[in-house]
């Protein structure tokens, strides 16, 4: 199977007492006396006639608080019988009055397990409804490895002799179902009281449980599971029993115990370890935005370009549409930006999926607020979902998986677009669609499962669609290296993995189908968006990102396009570290799958073409067989490398878990090393080496703050709302130079104002043109052209009658209501061209330059 044991594994106990025996049958009773003389007779029987099977055995009969004669009963056997045994204090016995009092029977398995001496436990009623000759193929199923072998009346082979009255069976039936929702899924039943155990296995599992009524069943079934021991559901031959104990209220405590189970898995998973290592992310991603904290909304994260200006105004529109004036509106287009012809918000990065819950955030607290929590919160969510798979598939030990989850979450490529990309950066999603995916591998309930990983892909296209592209590249990767390792495993889970996501299939289509149509035919949609060759080069793998401890950002800057797309930068120490990894555990499928992932995502962001470094060679790469195909001629392929990251992470996770595991007791035997345990030998060697190389690998990687700067002061012009006496309503505001992905500080004015007056231009992605190619911004038109040539310039132009129509038609085409000029380099070039195309001189209001016009006259 694709999933190793989980972090909290038991260590079995050993029987207790000075001899072991074969088998250990232990039957609970409680006001048994007529039933039990019969029942201890046949169990003494069959033991006795198979010497082979069962040379030294136990009866363990528990009197739970009986009323009745049930201990003199099991004392009058036990005279016949000497390996019978009675767990009840004499009758005279102070002790007796805890016995007296009916525990249920979790307490007493409990007592009797723990009192077994047996390598084989098995646990079954006092009416016997299950034949102890039943015993015979649980016992190979524990030969074939199986830690226990439970019998199920729910199994297709069963054989239901006398069955139950139909209410008793439709309420079994129905708290089955509660039972696998909430605790087992999987399980076809967990009720039939004949289960067969390895001896240490449930000593140690009774040990744990803590639940004394009917609940036990479950309590211990998931105790196995979650300690990977292997439990086969076998059937068997049932008759119901006159003189059930089972009453109609214990139905509700039953569920009352599944409640206090599943509030236990709660607190276990939000564990005090669990928890410091949460709050371990969130302080460093605190740490990192600290400069932006420092003033909420007033504060400009440096290296984003006009990327903080751009989601602050997605987040402010969102909000404004779900709870403002614009609710009624279509929510996935504005007319706020690029006016007349607007914005499709589905065909941009606007995370629906984040700016609609967090709608009242920035309605209360300003599109900046947002802004921080979403890259704060996100970045130590990546961390803390990824540390959550590790844990449950991956590793034992936590500081493993918190070394694998902080890389996953802060790796050089993750950093980098946190400055100024959150649906590249926010990846909490990415391990709980992972997980799910390998349930549906295990097919155990895929329908489910499935139904459950269409919610969260739905989930997920409404925080970034380009990640999950990567993240499903990266899966696909994985699944061709673990089935070239593992081709029996991979051919078996085909099946139920098809199934599972036909089912998520059937799940997106309708809740996407609006949506997705809106996105790629709506108004404002494109089909691409071109941008050039990207790839990464091969130098900026070894080298160090401008923001880690070791880096140079000059170096940096000279191999990535920016500084949000330095999406390799993982230095040559982690890639050393990654191929020894590889090699120290090649045996484990898992690695080499993870090992061709981290490669082959590599090799593939390097573009159409890979330069060889210094040699002036430049050869074919593979990414040019998907640089033309539908989805992927919009993805800039230097970002390829992000699919490397969880890949990395899990290695790294692995690793240090056998790191942790050498020389800790009860582990086996390390890789490469001698046997655990054993002080000063090359276990200790190797640990003392690992460590200091995973510190040297990651040291280097660790992040810096991002540097932060006040922001531009909003005109006092817009800030007051002068400009509400000069913009009718209807009309748009016209910015000088108009807006653009390289200088929308406009944006900041309209979120600034709640979002009072459109916007020309503006900073988003739409079509260009009859093809309706992908563009950043809006089409260039004659004023927009004209305006940036002269603040690129500094010249003012010469002015013809033909240009001043053409200006006059665009503004009239923008329905402007009022021309405005801020201070900025070049202005006086600007105003004074303005002043020419215009005809008149524009007004100084409020720290501005006013140009009052309407609809172009």
């Not at 007033?298 to 602050?312: K, P």
């Not at 013809?800 to 923008?814: G, M, P, T």
């Amino acid at each position: 199977m694709l999933h190793t044991p989980p972090a909290r594994s038991l260590a079995p106990r050993p029987a207790t007492g000075t001899g072991t025996v074969d088998l250990t049958v232990v039957v609970p009773a409680y006001n048994e006396e007529h039933r039990l003389p019969r029942t201890l007779d046949a169990i003494c029987r069959y033991l006795r006639s198979s010497p082979g099977r069962h040379d030294e055995w136990e009866l363990i009969v528990v009197d739970d608080g009986s009323s009745d004669a049930t201990a003199a009963v099991v004392r009058d056997a036990a005279a016949a019988e000497p390996r019978i045994r009675l767990l009840a204090p004499p009758p005279s016995s102070p002790a007796a009055g805890s016995f007296t009092h009916n525990h249920g029977k979790g307490h007493a398995l409990r007592l009797g397990v723990l009192a077994s001496r047996g390598r084989r436990v098995l646990v079954t009623d006092a009416d016997l409804a299950t034949p102890i000759e039943e015993l015979a193929p649980l016992h190979d199923r524990l030969d074939a490895g199986f830690a226990a072998a439970i019998g199920s009346r729910a199994h297709p082979g069963a054989l239901i002799e006398v069955d139950q009255h139909p209410l008793r069976r439709l309420a079994g039936r129905a708290g089955n179902r509660v039972i696998r929702a909430v605790a087992l899924p999987g399980v076809g039943d967990t009720q039939c009281g004949f289960k067969l155990f390895d001896g240490d296995r449930a000593r140690a599992a009774f040990g744990r449980s803590r639940l004394d009524g009917w609940g036990i069943d479950v309590e211990i079934l998931r105790t196995f599971r979650r300690a990977n021991w292997p439990v086969a559901e076998v059937p068997v031959r049932w008759a119901h029993q006159a003189g059930s104990k089972i009453r109609p209220l214990d139905y509700g405590r039953v569920l009352l115990e599944l409640l206090r189970l599943w509030r236990r898995g709660v607190r276990e998973r939000l564990s005090a370890g669990a928890l410091t290592v949460v709050l371990g992310y969130l302080l460093l991603s605190v740490l990192l935005y600290k400069g932006l904290w420092a003033d909420v909304g007033h504060r400009y994260l440096v290296d984003s370009g006009q990327d903080q200006n751009q989601w602050e105004w997605f987040f402010a529109v969102t909000a404004d549409k779900v709870l403002g004036v614009s609710s009624l509106s279509d929510p996935f287009f504005t007319e706020l930006q690029n006016t007349p012809l607007g914005v499709n918000l589905m065909a941009n990065t606007a995370m629906l999926g984040l700016a609609v819950p967090l709608a009242p955030v920035t309605a209360l607290f300003g599109p900046g607020a947002t802004w921080a929590l979403v890259l704060t919160g996100g970045l130590a969510g990546t961390a803390g979902a990824w540390y959550w798979l590790l844990r449950k598939r991956f590793v034992r030990a936590r500081r493993a998986a918190a070394l694998g989850g902080a890389l996953c979450a802060f790796a050089p490529p993750m950093i980098s677009h946190a400055n100024a990309h959150p649906n590249f950066a926010v990846l909490f999603m990415m391990p709980l669609i992972t997980d799910r995916l390998l349930r549906l591998c295990e097919g155990t309930r895929v329908r489910r499962d499935g139904v459950v990983l269409g919610l969260f892909l739905t989930y997920q296209v409404f925080l970034g669609e380009e990640a999950l592209l990567l993240a499903a590249l990266g899966l696909v990767l994985f699944a061709v290296g673990y089935a070239a390792s593992r081709p029996a495993e991979a051919r078996a889970a085909v099946r139920p993995l098809a199934r599972g996501l036909a089912f998520a299939t059937a799940v997106c289509v309708p809740l996407l189908a609006y949506p997705l149509l809106w996105q790629f035919f709506g108004a404002q949609s494109y089909h691409s968006v071109l941008h050039g060759p990207a790839g990464n080069s091969p130098r900026a793998f070894v080298e160090f990102a401008g923001r880690s401890l070791a880096g140079d950002e000059a170096t940096a800057d000279a191999l990535a396009m920016n500084r949000t797309e330095q999406n390799a930068f993982f230095g040559w120490p982690l890639l050393a570290l990654t191929a020894a990894v590889v090699v120290w555990l090649w045996r484990d499928p898992r690695v080499r799958a993870l090992g061709w992932v981290a490669f082959a995502a590599s090799v593939l962001s390097l573009g159409r073409t890979i330069p060889v470094p210094w040699t002036g060679i430049v050869l074919p790469g593979p990414w040019r067989a998907l640089a033309d195909q539908p989805l992927f001629e919009s993805v800039i392929e230097s970002r390829v490398a992000m699919a490397a990251v969880p890949a990395l992470g899990i290695l790294l996770a692995l690793a240090c878990d056998q790191l942790c595991a050498l020389g800790a007791p009860g582990t086996d035997k390390a890789p490469g090393g001698d046997k655990a345990g054993e002080p000063g030998g090359v276990d200790r060697a190797l640990r003392i080496a690992g460590w200091a190389a995973v510190i040297a690998a990651l040291l280097p990687l660790a992040p810096t703050p991002f540097t932060t700067a006040d922001r531009v002061p909003v005109p006092s012009f817009i800030a007051d709302g002068t400009w509400r006496a000069h913009v009718p309503k209807g009309r748009s505001l016209v910015p000088v130079p108009l807006p653009s992905p390289g200088n929308a500080e406009a944006l900041h004015w309209q979120t600034a104002t709640g979002l009072g007056f459109p916007l020309p231009g503006g900073y988003f992605n739409g079509p260009d043109g009859p093809d309706r190619r992908g563009i950043y911004g809006a089409r260039y038109r004659y004023t927009s052209a004209l305006l940036d040539e002269v603040r690129r310039t500094g010249r003012v132009p010469h002015i013809r009658q033909e240009q001043r129509r053409a200006v006059r038609a665009d503004l009239e085409f923008w329905r402007a209501g009022a021309v405005v000029l801020a201070p900025q380099p070049g202005d006086e070039a600007l105003r004074v061209t303005l002043e020419r195309l215009l005809g008149w001189q524009g007004e100084w209001i409020g720290g501005v330059w006013v140009w009052e016009v309407h609809g172009g006259t």
